[in-house]
């Protein structure tokens, strides 16, 4: 070996590996230090530049940022994911707007979002780069401001590159912020799903007519992830109870794709666009039903997981939908339940009252009105706190945020309640960071059955936008 071989050798064995950067990285971002792990991610895409995982983990960090002052190699790492296939591009919104609001290449796209004097030129000449064209074309941008910008620019320093962008815009955003949408693509109903009939139940059949109409949420782009090998030796019966269009379905069928995985909805449409998706993404492992939650009677089979998440709490009675569930839960099976909760809702029953005060109905132009009516409100109403809410942006999610005839939101009492009536324990909240969980989950001094959720009702009480997502949470039988 000569010398520059051996400099070259040893130059290999110091460098880290994408699997080392991933897991510090990880460790990292479960303690919640969220700019270690930014670091770490960061420097292992630079050093790993072709390793798609690690790309993965640097956007699902990047979710989290909104960066105060311009951050060049941020930008041009957030370019390159942007360019990457088989990433949730959607994870990189808030970082990617931020460092737009902070870098001097943009300053007339500033000047135009802050209401300021702006000159056409300039904005014609900043608007072809490519870091603003690829955002505008894959992402949805929490703030309407910024919708109106893209409106300004469209009338008035439109380039052949931005139209498309743009266009591309308002078919994921369903053009909420416009007066005259373009029609939505048509979303086909897929006669092979086999029916396992439904149920009498009214609520039923008027959640049903607005999944119908209104599939939710019109998802792009996931995360394309390698299955852990520890994942690939699972092969669970997993069950997904409204699996509406198919999100955590196909996040699930990609990470086990070793899983025999069920999925059911009450509306066709969803399902179409779920199977679109799943057959899109190449996924083998799931079987599709139309049924309903209270008429399971010919689903032959117990499941080791059930998933229902954003689904019980749009029936009549959450306990009943709950209940008919576990009938099909293998004996030692686990559940994982998602419902809105009362507390961190505040701001959408706010909002609600005052859209049902307006007269305002789920149509379009309605849908818009609505919008612009919050957006118009003294900074401190609170119902303008739902600007925050990511299904703000797009007419399907503003209409299931603002304008669902069916929600029931709850108290973790009332689960507490719920899970004692059913026999069932909780097994544990899994989508807030691990350090808060560890923190929580472990100090029942006075919890023999594991059901005693007064630590997580007074942490919520202090902290009322925890759930602002939803409770998601595991709990099974209580075993003899
Ligand atoms: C808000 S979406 C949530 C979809 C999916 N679970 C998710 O997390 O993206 C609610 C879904 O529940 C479905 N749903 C509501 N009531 C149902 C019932 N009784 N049986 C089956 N599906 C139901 C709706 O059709 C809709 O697709």
Redesign the pocket.
Known sequence: MNRNQRRQATKQQSKVSASEFLRQGGIAFNQGNLTKALNIFAKGVADNPADHDLKIALSRALAHVEFKSFNPAFKALILKCLKERGLNYQDLSKAWYSILLCDPAFKPVQALIEDKPYSVAALKNCIKDAYFLEGVSKLMIYDMRFEKALVTIAAEASTRAFEKAYASYCEYTESVFLDNPKPSAKIVIDSKINSLGLSD?VV?EK??GH?EAN???RWRYIHAQKPLRKALEDTQTYL??????G??LCSTALKYPNRDITA????RT?LAYAKTKSEELGLKNISFYH????NLKDLNQKFDIIEC???LH??DEVSL?WEALLEKLAPEGKMNI?LYSKTARYDINRARHLIAKSGLKPVHSDIKKAREMIFDLPEDNPARLVLSRHDFYSTSGCR?LLFHEQEIQITIPEIEKILRALNLCFDGFNTLPANIIQKYNTSYPDDPEGVNLKNWHDFELKNPDIFKGMYQFWCSRKQA
């Open positions: 139940d039923s959640v049903r999944y599939p939710y949420p997904v109870a409204g699996c509406g269009t999100f955590g059911f909805d009450i509306s969803s049924a309903d939650i209270l998440s954003g689904v749009h029936m939908g998602g299931d």
